[in-house]
């Protein structure tokens, strides 16, 4: 949690100790739903709703998690989406995210998630990481992720060599 992800970027605990500088009410409900929307379409497939999500220029990297990284919307859905199964389906549980305004208008989010497939009747791999975002609001008014990290904290020890 202390490495930066890239210069310029704040690490999680640098985000976190930022604590104070929330966004106002309004715009951290909205980026709440944000997030559980980005959970909610992701387990249900749907490509075109995930893609509206994200900036034309976001950024998706999932390499800690062995997920890749993909640019602009519709990569990043049809990344985001190639572990889709209906069959064996996945739940992204993110807590509640921790939310600082940038001086620039912008917010960057910290969010914990539990993530977890259904296989032969039992939940299998347990995948804890946590989202390092940065939102964006357009000239409309409409929040969208312009970056999104995903770093890993620890998998279940039965399931540390797969991913789901």
């Not at 909610?40 to 994200?54: C, N």
């Not at 572990?83 to 389906?89: E, G, I, L, S």
């Not at 312009?146 to 890993?152: E, S």
Request: proline share 8%; hydrophobic share 45%.
């Amino acid at each position: 949690m202390t490495d930066a992800l890239a210069p310029g970027y704040h690490t999680a605990v640098e985000s976190a100790v930022r604590w104070a500088e929330v966004p106002p009410p309004s715009v951290v409900a909205e980026l709440q739903n944000l997030v559980q929307a980005y959970a909610l379409l992701t387990d249900e497939g749907r490509e075109a709703e995930l893609a509206a999500l994200f900036w034309p220029d976001a950024v998706w990297d999932g390499q800690e998690l062995r997920y890749g990284v993909a640019t602009g919307p519709a990569a990043i859905a049809k990344l985001v989406l190639a572990h889709f199964d209906a069959a064996r389906p996945i739940i992204h549980m993110p807590g509640p995210p921790l939310l600082t305004a940038t001086p620039d208008g912008d917010v960057e989010g910290i969010c914990w998630c539990l993530a977890t497939r259904l296989t032969d009747g039992r939940t299998a791999p347990m995948i804890y990481f946590y989202y390092h975002d940065l939102m964006r609001c357009d000239a409309e008014g409409h929040w969208r992720f312009a970056r999104r990290f995903l770093r890993l904290r620890f998998r279940d020890a039965d399931h540390a060599d797969h991913t789901p």
